[in-house]
């Protein structure tokens, strides 16, 4: 496996291509709103590779001053369990210091929360948490 700081077209299109594959299928969300506003220029990606195939990926961007957002953590299904998730997040997160974020924070689905509950992340319901597609709690973690 390769994790790799999206940096050309086409690794992007493998960051689309697992976010499509995964969410879109499973969930029947729309093309606009898998691909949304936050995607684009000001945009990060983080992508894992099983050689020459896309298997997992996330994005993070800026909100303000030293605290960035984390989302899209999806990983192929065939490829759960190999720590993937953890593996794109953690690379988006040493990213994240590299450039002096000092605080992350998360809409995470609520049957996902456990998953960033074991990587640091820790609830904070004084937060909001984006409600769309999925029921979310807003989680966060300090860097």
Request: aromatic share 10%.
């Amino acid at each position: 496996m390769k994790i790799v700081r999206v940096s050309r077209e086409c690794e992007r299109a493998g960051v689309y291509y697992v976010r499509m594959a995964t969410m879109m299928h499973k969930y029947q969300i729309p093309l606009d709103a898998e691909v949304d506003a936050h995607d684009g220029e000001n945009c990060h990606y983080i992508l894992a590779l099983d050689g020459i195939y896309p298997v997992a990926t996330c994005r993070w961007f800026e909100l303000r001053e030293g605290v960035a957002e984390i989302g899209r953590v999806v990983v192929l299904p065939e490829y759960r369990g190999k720590h993937l998730g953890q593996a794109v997040v953690a690379e988006a997160e040493k990213w994240m210091r590299e450039v002096g974020v000092k605080k992350i924070e998360i809409s995470s689905r609520v049957n996902a929360a456990s998953f960033y509950e074991k990587i640091g992340y820790r609830f904070n319901e004084s937060g909001k948490a984006h409600q769309d597609t999925f029921e979310c709690v807003y989680m966060e973690k300090e860097l």
